[in-house]
Every structure is written in C-alpha cells, then in structure tokens.
C-alpha cells in the first residue's frame, strides 16, 4: 500500500494535497489522503512502480522519480488485506507493507476518480495536526514525520543516490569548462 503526499508551499505555509474518500463502501469513508493504493503483485508490481501509477490514475500527474522521496516503510502481519493490523504470524493473512512518498506538488491535478474521491484540495498541514483524526491512518499515525520531512525535503533529495552521481556529473563539466 503506497500513500504520496504531494506538496506546496503558499505565502510561506506548507500545503498537500488530499481528497475526501467519499465512497461510503470503501474503507475509510470521508477520511482525507492522498494519491495511492495497492500494488498490482500479479503484475510484480513494487511500491515505488505502485505509487508512480497512482498518482497518475488518481491525478493525472506525472511524477519524476529524481524528486521522489519515500520517507516511511513498515511491513506487518494483517488479518485485513487494505491495512497493516498487527496480529501474530500465525493470524494473519496477508503481509501488508505500507510506505508513505513526498513529491513537490508542480502541477494541478484532475478529478479522475468522482465515485471514489471528492475534489483534490491543499490543506495547511499546520491544520491538519491540530485535526489529525480526519486523516486516514497511516496519514494520521505519521502527519508529525510528514511535516518535518517536508521541512527538510530539499536537502534530503539532494542526498539521494541519483541525484548525488547527477551533481558529480554537473561538477565534473563544470571544471573541464573552467579548464
């Protein structure tokens, strides 16, 4: 299960974005989240495959993997196919690994799934920890280290494998043209 969190700063707040679950027979009816969902195992699908799909069915955005960060991975014993419940081995039914992804937000996202979703909005994320409970649960367990990983996003990325070999190959023609 993949959950991303697109992001935005305006006049100085950070914003994400999220849309109300409207859908009175799914799970978590009118709790708020972002793009994302369930990997498609027949297909191998991983989770970072998964929530680059999801996105783009739920949103129409098209995510660039240079500026996707996953920032949360717990994997769990579940009796629940759709969440990670906590159960003893010989309980369970399902191994259930959830991973939350941070993405600036760079483009405005289409309403796809109307039966499903209600209209993409921005919410202050500095609300949404005073009205946590009106998250879905891996949003409303995580919202803290949400905030604070946007906080350092930028430099986080900059870290990240891929982007470090891109900065040593814009460093390397940068002295030859100095030369």
């Not at 409207?22 to 191998?44: M, R, S, V």
Request: hydrophobic residues 35%.
């Amino acid at each position: 299960m993949t959950q991303l969190i697109l992001f935005t700063e305006i006049e100085n707040e950070i914003c994400i974005l999220l849309a109300r679950r409207i859908n009175p027979n799914k799970d978590f009816y009118l709790k708020l989240n972002g793009p994302g969902g369930k990997a498609i195992h027949e297909k191998n699908e991983n989770i970072d495959v998964c929530v680059i799909r999801e996105c783009f069915e739920e949103a129409e955005i098209v995510l660039r993997n240079e500026k996707l960060l996953k920032i949360f991975e717990e994997t769990c014993y579940s009796t629940k196919e759709w969440r990670a419940e906590p159960c003893l081995q010989k309980e369970a039914k399902y191994i259930v690994t959830l991973a939350i992804y941070l993405h600036p937000l760079e483009e405005p996202p289409k309403h796809t799934e109307p039966h499903t979703l209600g209209p993409w909005d921005l919410y202050k994320i500095k609300d949404l920890l005073k009205h946590q409970n009106e998250l879905i649960p891996i949003l409303e367990e995580n919202i803290e280290l949400i905030d604070g990983k946007i906080k350092t996003y930028r430099q986080d990325v900059l870290e990240l494998p891929i982007n470090m070999q891109k900065l040593e190959e814009i460093k390397i023609k940068l002295e030859k043209q100095s030369q």
